[in-house]
C-alpha cells in the first residue's frame, strides 16, 4: 500500500516554530520530487516548498527564509521546519510525492492542520 502520513500539525503563536513531517511508505522514496503544499480556508492550494531525490530545493516567496525543507531517503521520511510563523500561515498542509517524470501519478497525504494564533 502507498501511503503518505503527515504530522507535526498544531496550533502555534505567532513568531513560534514548528517541524512537519510526512512519512512514506510503498514507494522507491529517493526517486521522488517531495514536496508541502498548503490550503487555506476559501483559498486555492499553494506550493510550499519541494524538494528533488539530489537535494535542490524552491520554495514559495511567502516562506523563503522562514521555512526549511528537507529529506531523509533512509527514513522515508520529509520535513518542513516552519520558524517565524505568521497567522497568514494557518493552512491544512499537505505532503505530495511526485514522479510524473516517470509517468506515475502523484500521491498525497491526508493533511495535517497548522493553526497560528495567539
Known amino acids: 500500500q502507498v501511503h503518505l502520513v503527515e504530522s507535526g500539525g498544531c496550533l502555534v503563536q505567532p513568531g513560534g516554530s514548528l517541524r512537519l513531517s510526512c512519512s512514506a511508505s510503498?514507494?522507491?522514496?529517493?526517486?521522488?520530487?517531495m514536496g508541502w503544499y498548503r490550503q487555506a480556508p476559501g483559498q486555492q492550494p499553494e506550493l510550499v516548498a519541494t524538494?528533488?531525490?539530489?537535494?535542490?530545493?524552491n520554495y514559495a516567496e511567502s516562506v523563503k527564509g522562514r521555512f526549511t525543507i528537507s529529506r531523509d531517503n533512509a527514513k522515508k521520511t520529509v520535513y518542513l521546519q516552519m520558524n517565524s510563523l505568521k497567522p497568514e500561515d494557518t493552512a491544512v498542509y499537505y505532503c505530495?510525492?511526485?514522479?510524473?517524470?516517470?509517468?506515475?501519478?502523484?500521491?498525497w497525504g491526508q493533511g495535517t492542520q497548522v493553526t497560528v494564533s495567539s
Open positions: 505530495n510525492a511526485d514522479l510524473r517524470r516517470l509517468g506515475v501519478s502523484p500521491i
Open positions: 524538494i528533488t531525490s539530489g537535494n535542490s530545493t
Open positions: 510503498g514507494i522507491i522514496f529517493y526517486l521522488y520530487l
